[in-house]
């Protein structure tokens, strides 16, 4: 295991700084991250905040504003990166059951383009392959407070989504019988 870098030691060399990160790109990846930050910058909702985290320039709710994320990470909302053979943007509005990969699908099969998409992750090797109005109405989509407000829904943080699981899980469950020999009666566990 000589060979394998540590965790922190890769961590360690991931940039903290939006600007530090740019520094970090080439030349011609930097270009299109660039202009794909200033698609962001003029798209989003006021009230996300830019950072770094997981290696990738993040907007999103800081923990300072939100600390009751299930991972201990700041809330993301959107995300950009240079990966090594592509650029990704993480649209969490795909991800969130609001019909936002839907509407990326259909506005990329209508403009002719290929849609490279994961769950929220959004693959694209060169601008010319976004269909920017659609990438802007997805990262416009959604408010701070909506997204808290969605996030809290989804994670059972709210009072009514609490009392509803709770009550699911209180039911006991049956016990199933077990399966016998061939042509025998099930036995009970």
Avoid at 102 to 119: S, V
């Amino acid at each position: 295991m000589a060979g394998r870098k540590s965790s922190s030691k890769a961590r360690a060399a991931r940039p903290a700084t939006v600007a530090a990160y740019l520094a970090s790109l080439t030349p011609e990846r930097r270009a299109v991250i660039e202009e794909a930050r200033a698609l962001v910058h003029k798209h989003i909702s006021k009230g996300y905040a830019e950072f770094m985290n997981w290696g990738v320039i993040n907007w999103g709710i800081p923990l300072e504003e939100f600390s009751d994320t299930y991972n201990g990470q700041p809330l993301c909302y959107v995300a950009l990166g240079a990966q090594k053979n592509y650029n990704s943007f993480y649209l969490m509005g795909a991800y969130d059951g609001s019909n936002g990969a839907k509407l990326l699908a259909d506005a990329f099969k209508k403009a002719g383009k290929r849609l490279d998409m994961g769950k929220c992750c959004l693959r694209f090797k060169d601008l010319d392959d976004l269909e920017f109005a659609s990438v802007a109405k997805l990262i416009a989509m959604s408010t701070p407070k909506d997204y808290i407000a969605y996030y809290r829904r989804t994670k059972g943080l709210t009072m009514r989504a609490t009392a509803s699981d709770s009550v699911r899980r209180r039911r006991p469950r049956r016990a199933r019988p077990r399966a016998g020999p061939r042509g025998a009666a099930p036995t009970a566990r």
